[in-house]
């Protein structure tokens, strides 16, 4: 408990009372006395007749895991058996680690009965305590504030956002691109044998298999496929650069949700996902598996990873990287630069990494600095920042247009367009057979 507005109030007032009796004179001290053990007394007999919080039921409901991005919301219900809550009243939910310190929110309903939603940011990946709940209502007579703190036994997992994948969108997307309308397209372009079919007038002619055509008397179709059973090397670099926010969540969030989209593309599509992290050093190597199989594995070991504050080392890492590699494998890496040196080495090892893999880079674009290139200068200063804003972007442009002249696919993209894109540009690979 604590004092209210209320009680403050009237002791600041009877503080004036008692230095004006006491330096005027005008009565004698003892009435200041009497006043202040009145006001005691109040304050006791408050605390004597208003309820306690062994009188106040309190139950809270909450998801035990929520997507990072999203709002974990925990529904909060007070309910009392022997007096009236106020009309107004609140309560603030103690957070840990990330998450944040403390959550206030409002409660309303009838006086015996409120509730209220605490909704709680899930901003970074790992497992967080709620340690307990506050709640404050004022006492009978109005001089103390009741503040209960009421202990909780609540774990709040912040896992890595499939919600593409939970959806179904990754589904339709490669189910409609690989066994829809596109495959019927890419008829007698794979190079995998599908199955046989008799000719239907309108069919392509050069699909024709004359010699059991010839056999059959009937004229047959021999359907052709894009090969399966890829490698799909998922790499990640967990370095300081990618701890960076961007659209409330930091890089390598962003990335992580991205790649586990792709990989459940990847299983769909029937090929093996495997998964890289590296920051100073190489650090997590999960070999390639089928996608669909390694998918829950992939998404235990994306939320296991911790941020790193150390600068990342791309030469130890892919050069690490394509000595574990033993066959022709598509290797998406999620990546940022930030100096000219750090991407003229990025450049080298993706120059070696390429001769004998497909490389799709992915980076973010910098929606600050983007906007600060398009601002108009007022002043000096604003002009020296436009100036050096311009050639940072010139500098990224050059690294990745030199990136996209050896071969490498570039996505430089904003965080909400990067699970798509990077899935269409899966696919596209898939139906092109580059890897």
């Not at 007070?78 to 944040?100: H, Q, V």
């Not at 994306?302 to 066959?327: C, E, I, K, V």
Request: glycine share 6%; net charge neutral; proline share 6%.
């Amino acid at each position: 408990m604590r004092p209210s507005r209320r009680l403050l109030i009237i002791s600041a007032a009877l503080l004036g009372a008692s230095a004006l009796i006491i330096t005027s004179g005008a009565a004698p001290a003892a009435l200041a006395v009497a006043l202040w053990a009145a006001l005691i007394l109040f304050m006791i007999a408050d605390l004597a007749i208003s309820p306690s919080s062994r009188s106040v039921s309190v139950e809270i409901t909450g998801p035990d895991e929520v997507f990072s991005g999203e709002d974990a919301v925990f529904l909060t219900k007070l309910t009392t058996r022997n007096f009236d809550l106020p009309p107004r009243l609140y309560a603030i939910l103690e957070l840990s680690g990330a998450l944040g310190t403390t959550l206030a929110f409002g409660l309303s309903g009838n006086p015996r009965n409120v509730s209220g939603e605490a909704r709680v940011p899930a901003r970074r990946r790992g497992v967080f305590q709620l340690p307990a709940l506050w709640l404050a209502w004022p006492s009978r007579l109005g001089l103390w504030e009741m503040t209960p703190r009421i202990a909780l036994d609540t774990v709040l997992k912040v896992i890595p956002n499939i919600r593409p994948v939970a959806s179904g969108q990754i589904d339709v997307k490669v189910q409609s691109d690989l066994y829809g309308v596109k495959e019927n397209a890419l008829v007698g372009e794979g190079s995998e044998f599908h199955q046989m079919r008799d000719f239907i007038p309108g069919m392509d002619t050069r699909g024709i298999d004359w010699k059991r055509s010839a056999r059959r008397r009937d004229l047959v179709v021999k359907e052709m496929q894009s090969e399966r059973n890829h490698q799909i090397m998922i790499a990640l670099d967990n370095g300081y650069l990618m701890r960076e926010e961007l659209a409330g969540l930091p890089k390598i969030d962003h990335a992580i949700n991205a790649a586990l989209a792709t990989a459940w593309a990847a299983g769909l599509g029937g090929d093996l996902v495997g998964l890289f992290s590296f920051d100073a050093v190489p650090r997590l190597f999960v070999p390639p598996q089928p996608g669909r199989a390694a998918f829950p594995a992939l998404r235990a070991h994306t939320a296991a990873l911790s941020y790193q504050s150390a600068s990342s080392n791309p030469t130890l890492a892919l050069a690490h990287l394509n000595g574990r590699l033993n066959r022709r494998s598509l290797i998406i890496i999620f990546s940022d630069f930030a100096d000219t040196t750090t991407a003229e080495l990025l450049v080298e090892n993706l120059t070696v990494l390429n001769r004998a893999h497909v490389i799709i880079f992915v980076t973010f674009a910098d929606p600050e600095l983007e906007k600060r290139v398009g601002q108009p200068a007022d002043s000096l200063h604003s002009m020296a920042e436009t100036v050096a804003a311009a050639e940072m972007r010139r500098e990224r442009r050059l690294v990745l247009d030199g990136l996209s002249r050896i071969g490498v696919i570039c996505l430089e993209t904003t965080p909400g367009e990067l699970t798509p894109r990077l899935v269409s540009t899966y696919l596209d690979i898939k139906a092109q057979e580059l890897i």
